[in-house]
């Protein structure tokens, strides 16, 4: 079985991981203003997500016909 990588997904994923892990330890809020704990929690959350389906769909069969 052939799987092909898309690299642009990838590297996108790979930044959304990179942007959730920096939030988690919480040196982005030298650079973001957060409202409150749970605005960066919701943050973290949602760029953990999109970068995992990212990384996820970035791996495809290719197609034949």
Do not use: C, D, R
């Not at 092909?4 to 790979?14: A, D, E, P, R, W």
């Not at 991981?17 to 605005?39: C, D, E, H, P, R």
């Not at 929690?41 to 495809?60: C, H, N, Q, R």
């Amino acid at each position: 079985m052939k799987v092909t990588i898309s690299i642009k997904h990838l590297l996108l994923g790979i930044l959304f991981l990179a942007l959730a892990y920096f939030t988690a330890t919480g040196s982005v809020q030298n650079y973001i203003k957060f409202a409150g704990g749970k605005n960066e929690f919701a943050f973290l959350g949602l760029t953990a997500i999109m970068g995992l389906m990212l990384v996820v769909f970035s791996f495809e069969k290719p197609v034949t016909k």
